[in-house]
């Protein structure tokens, strides 16, 4: 009890010590609470995000096969499924008919694409919740695109997915291949790509190796790739990701350059003074690490409350900017919060345990020399 | 009251806060459960590759599906035509022989 009694005396101290600087400290708690609240952001946004791409994508198709001319993707041939099929371990292939619509109307890009199971007939659409919002246009209602032979084709919306999907279909138009070629003027006897399924999924890999070897212009995308794609998406390599943790990291070498490179005057002082009305060198110890862990705790813990409100209940609303781009359909981030105690914790020890360390060796030094020294500088 | 007494009911109360946070992370996930299923339908029955992250451009788009040469042709930090390319790395198949096998 009565150690408890004499930590509770020093951090009374302590909190007192803190509000005679006010202004200072203030500051200081506020910053770091910005730093704590950015770092805490993105890693809740990115590995929210990823965990959500591992599991939605995990159905993707198996193999996609590609044709590439001069190193550029272009229609691949349908006879060339007639060369893939008889490979060992194919299961089924088909031909997969998707591409892009420009709208000049609101200056979005649409992704079109025509069903495999042909569960849409002529004449009707079914799209994203992101064109419904962007259009104004709603179930029963017509949309209007322009063929590439100029002609203004017109077509029923029988659908709209819901916005709670809008992650996989904000900008999707599914439609039936007769319109989609009509719209295209797409040429007949040729697919955008191929999409292959194979009875061992552990042959993905020597399945695309032959491929290549059959047909050396194609590119065999598996879906491990596909996965591994979205894996390293946000990556704290990826460009604005890295000037945020350069900035982060430079904040905290600052707090940390501000601490360790000696205490002030007063600080000096009041040290000083507490050592010569009786305080041991441990108390003063004591004191600074209660100082540090105050201002670093408090940041902490409210940093991390802030960050989970910004990402999950405001859809991220300060990275907005950055992730809409210059893109004009664009859905909005309701993640899932997939976090844990793990990114918690790592967020502690990178934030909380080097503040409150660099606060004790400067304190240590000053609190080992000799008092009256202390009290006449 | 005192200080430190006032100074540790403002960490519980933010410690139960963060308690609360995962508890609400919790409950959310398994309402979820279905949105996630429903999406993970649709990529099965529409054999879609990608999320629609970015639709600025075709790379962002369908960001697995991307070749070398539409994006990322100089360096993989090159400034970038979109600002959905500056916060996003070329897939990995892309920069290992650029995707070919």
């Known amino acids: ?377 | 009251m005192r200080k430190s007494s006032i100074y540790l009911l403002y960490v519980a109360a933010n410690v139960i806060i963060l308690c609360l946070v995962f508890i609400h992370a919790a409950y959310m996930r398994g309402a979820a459960t279905d949105m996630l299923t429903e999406k993970s339908e649709m990529v099965k029955r529409f054999e879609l590759t990608d999320l629609c992250l970015f639709t600025d451009a075709r790379y962002a788009r369908h960001l697995s599906m991307a070749d070398m040469n539409s994006a990322f042709q100089d360096m993989p930090m090159a400034f970038e035509h979109f600002p959905s390319g500056s916060i996003m790395l070329p897939p990995p198949h892309i920069k290992r022989a650029h995707g070919t096998y």
């Open chain 1, 1 to 377: 009890m009565g150690r408890i009694e004499a930590q509770r005396n020093i951090l009374d101290f302590t909190l007192s010590s803190l509000l005679r600087r006010k202004g200072k400290n203030s500051a200081l708690v506020i910053v770091y609470t910005l730093v704590v609240f950015l770092l805490a952001s993105v890693m809740f946004f990115t590995h929210s995000i990823r965990k959500e791409a591992s599991l939605v994508l995990r159905d993707a198709p198996e193999i996609v096969v590609q044709k590439l001319v001069a190193g550029r993707q272009d229609l691949i041939p349908l006879d060339y499924i007639d060369k893939i099929k008889d490979i060992k371990g194919v299961s089924s292939i088909k031909g997969r008919l998707w591409g892009y619509y420009f709208d000049a109307a609101i200056g979005a890009n649409y992704t079109l694409m025509v069903p495999p199971d042909a569960q849409i007939s002529q004449g009707s659409v079914e799209i994203g919740d992101g064109i419904s919002k962007s259009r104004q246009v709603y179930q029963g209602d017509l949309l209007t695109l322009r063929a590439y032979n100029g002609e203004a084709m017109l077509y029923q919306i029988e659908r709209i997915f819901s916005a709670e999907s809008a992650l996989v279909s904000a900008d999707l138009i599914l439609m039936d291949e007769n319109d989609f070629r009509n719209l295209f003027q797409f040429p007949v006897g040729q697919v955008t790509d191929l999409t292959l399924k194979v009875r061992n999924p552990r042959e993905m890999t020597t399945i695309a190796q032959k491929i290549s070897e059959i047909l050396p212009g194609t590119r065999p995308i598996i879906r491990d790739e596909i996965l591994r794609t979205y894996d390293s998406i946000f990556n704290w390599r990826a460009g604005i990701l890295i000037v945020i943790l350069f900035v982060a990291v430079l904040c905290f070498i600052i707090f940390a350059w501000d601490k360790a490179s000696g205490l002030s005057a007063e600080e000096r002082r009041e040290i000083g003074i507490l050592k010569a009305i009786g305080w041991e060198t441990s108390d003063v110890i004591l004191m600074k690490f209660w100082e540090g862990l105050v201002v670093s705790l408090s940041s902490f813990l409210l940093g991390i409350v802030l960050a989970y409100l910004h990402v999950f209940f405001t859809s991220s609303i300060l990275f907005e900017p950055v992730l809409k781009g210059w893109s004009v359909l664009y859905p909005e981030f309701k993640l899932v919060p997939f976090i844990d105690a793990y990114q918690v914790a790592t967020l502690f020890f990178l934030t909380v345990m080097p503040y409150a360390v660099a606060t004790i060796v400067p304190a240590w030094r000053a609190a080992t020399v000799d008092p009256d020294s202390v009290m006449r500088a």
